[in-house]
């Protein structure tokens, strides 16, 4: 017997959500590549780092701009998939007819406690696929940031790790500074 994986595009997806589908699931899911994958449940750390991420994207960017959305779909149709970045700073628009693009994203940021190899090897390669300029990954063990810039085909072409003692800033706001000292370490 062969098993087969059901592949769903992201229009089948948006039925199954709109039939309620996973209403009683109990757990947080999105579409990656065609398949449902389950996301990994959140603690108090991955909690508390997301919020402080949303305060300080949200003073730091420029409203005319930006704006800020938290655990929320971005669309990649062509791969087939509809990721939920923790913390995204997306061209400011009203997206009720439909989830940001790709083309809308100025920074994806995961925050990852127990997804870090998720999140470096599958997110990454899907973000720089459909070109979304910069994405971080805020490695909760580690204390540092993983920061992914220039995408070229399936991958980044700039990676650089900035590490506890460092402050850094995004691509569409050079001026907004974010302290991972206070991050990591502050009260």
Not at 86 to 114: N, T
Request: proline share 5%; hydrophobic share 35%.
């Amino acid at each position: 017997m062969i098993l087969r994986t059901l592949h769903l595009s992201l229009a089948e997806y948006d039925a199954m959500v709109l039939k309620g589908a996973f209403d009683d699931l109990n757990r947080r899911v999105e579409l990656i590549r065609g398949e449902i994958v389950e996301m990994n449940p959140a603690g108090p750390l991955h909690d508390d780092y997301i919020t402080y991420l949303t305060n300080w994207s949200s003073d730091s960017r420029d409203k005319g701009v930006t704006q800020i959305t938290s655990q929320t779909g971005v669309d990649l149709p062509e791969v087939e998939s509809r990721p939920e970045p923790d913390v995204f700073w997306v061209r400011r628009a009203r997206y009720r007819d439909g989830h940001p693009q790709a083309a809308d994203v100025q920074l994806a940021i995961e925050v990852s406690d127990s997804s870090l190899e998720k999140d470096l090897e599958i997110k990454r390669r899907l973000y720089a696929e459909v070109s979304i300029v910069e994405y971080w990954i805020v490695d909760c063990q580690n204390r540092c940031v993983h920061v992914f810039r220039d995408p070229e085909g399936t991958d980044y072409r700039t990676h650089r790790i900035a590490s506890s003692t460092e402050t850094i800033s995004p691509l569409v706001a050079p001026d907004a500074c974010l302290d991972l000292h206070d991050l990591f370490a502050g009260e």
